[in-house]
C-alpha cells in the first residue's frame, strides 16, 4: 500500500497539482439536477436578494409609521398577515409617532424570517405648573 504525503512533495509539485485542480473546475462545478437541488438554489436565491417584512402592533394603532423618513401608513396598515411592512435590503430607520405621544425609533435590518415589533407610545405629560 502506498501512501502519499504533502511532506514528500516540493513546492512545483504541490504548485502543479493545485493549478491543475484550478484548471480542471475553472469550468464551474456541474450543475446538479433534482427537484431538491432546483429547491435549494431558489431558497439561496430568494434569501440574498429579499428584504423583509416587519409586522407592527403599536399603541395606539392610528400611530404614524415612517420608514427612512417616509410615512409609509398607520399601524394597523402592518398588523398582519401578509400586510406586514415591506422593507428592502440594507439597514433602515423606523419612527412610529402620534401627536401627544413621545416619538418611538428604531433601526432595522432584514434577515430571512419574518419579524414582528411591539410599540407602546408614551403620552407626553402636561406641564404641571402651579397656579398663578
Not at 512533495?9 to 484548471?23: C, D, I, P, S, T
Not at 480542471?24 to 456541474?30: D, K, L, Q, W
Not at 398577515?81 to 430607520?93: S, T, W
Request: proline share 5%.
Amino acid at each position: 500500500m502506498m501512501a502519499w504525503s504533502v511532506r514528500w512533495w516540493g513546492r512545483r509539485e504541490v504548485a502543479l497539482v493545485l493549478g491543475g485542480l484550478m484548471l480542471g473546475c475553472a469550468s464551474g462545478p456541474e450543475r446538479v439536477q433534482s427537484p431538491a437541488a432546483d429547491k435549494a438554489r431558489e431558497l439561496l436565491r430568494s434569501t440574498r436578494s429579499r428584504g423583509g417584512n416587519l409586522l407592527l402592533r403599536c399603541e395606539p394603532s392610528d400611530a404614524e409609521v415612517y420608514l427612512d423618513g417616509v410615512v409609509q401608513g398607520v399601524c394597523t396598515d402592518f398588523g398582519g398577515g401578509a400586510n406586514g411592512l415591506q422593507v428592502g435590503v440594507g439597514l433602515h430607520r423606523i419612527d412610529v409617532k402620534k401627536d401627544g405621544y413621545w416619538p418611538y425609533t428604531t433601526y432595522y435590518e432584514p434577515g430571512s424570517a419574518r419579524a414582528g415589533l411591539t410599540i407602546k407610545l408614551r403620552a407626553v405629560e402636561p406641564e404641571r405648573g402651579g397656579a398663578d
